[in-house]
């Protein structure tokens, strides 16, 4: 946007850039605005993060806060701000070249990245400048545009517009579908991808991650994409990601949504795949195993399994599927539920022993079991044991692919 406004000479040396943010244009603004020489005003809502405001004044910007959640308030002033002659506006809810860096870059990347497979695109939206250039770029190719806006709460960065404050630069009809996301599942879903998938990032992309896996669920042979736009270390002092943060959170997401994690990463990554499935977690008010998360089986197997994948350059997906109390018995549990077509993985194939799977992930983004050893390592009597387990399993299965 700076670039551009400089070629049309809008923008020349010394004037004074002002934008309204919820934080993560501010930041990049600020960046940009230092390497260019520009003085910056950034008006954002008070109750951002203390991390969002500390990166802005580190690079020099300025910032005037105004209500909190008001980002209405925030674009009002600064246009306010730029009519009385204090500074150039870029706006990037307005600003068409917003949407062009996605046309240009985000698009054709994806595009590129997945080999030209990708079906799906799932966005949240904010000043709605990704979904829209992503659109532009991939609709003509046939990929289905999901875009997402907060149900209730506040999600920083993304916004449920009041008509008259919808973003100039967005069009309804380049979105196929809408998702309503609440608060409490973004977040819900920053943690799991934090805790379980080691990905730390934001609240809205948690709510896209989210979307993305109810996308998934729906269709099957589908290369889903989706934007996770800021890092959770920008929301450390909100306390969402804390220790004591989700104690009711359900259980780590389950394990339908682990595979099809495993399928895209196929598609980025060679190979060769394992899984890791424990069923054999202990509850952490178990009597005689308080402090052992999982029991001696896991605990033998899963270092030995770590070690030997590492090994191997491959890639290593350990999936807690729950204490043997939540799904004995249980039919509703994940491990139990009915397989989907051409997918071999479950219950009926891990029998609650700690298993170590072999996985292949087609090109369509799907995925199959194509090897397993569970009674071998469940029968290991020490950490040794296992590892000439696991050492035997990853030879035998070395040759395999779908
Ligand atoms: C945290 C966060 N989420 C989502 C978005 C939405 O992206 P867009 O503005 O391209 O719609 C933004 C945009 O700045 C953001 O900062």
Redesign the pocket.
Known sequence: MIKRAEESGRLSPGQTLIEAT????GIALAMAAAIRGYPLKLIMPSNMTEERKASMAAYGAQLIEVGAGAMEEARDLALAMQERGEGVVLDQFANTDNPRAHVEGTGPELWEQTGGRLTHFVS????????MGVSEALSPKGVRIVGLQPKDGNI???RRWPEEYLPKIFDRSRVDEVIDITQRESQECMRALARCEGVLA?V?SGGAVSAALRVSAAVDDAVIAVIV??RGDRYLSSGLLSAEAGADDPAPVGVAEHLSALALLGTAHPGPHYVYVSSGRYPDDHPEHPNEPWCGDCRRSLPAARAAVVETGGTLLVVEAGTREEWKGNDAHPLRQPLREGCTFGLASVQGLPTLLRWGASPTGGGAELARCGPELEAAETEADAARIVGEFIESTKGLSL
């Open positions: 919820s934080g993560n244009t949240s939206m904010g000043t709605t400048g990704t979904i920083p960065g993304i934001g809205s736009c800021d």
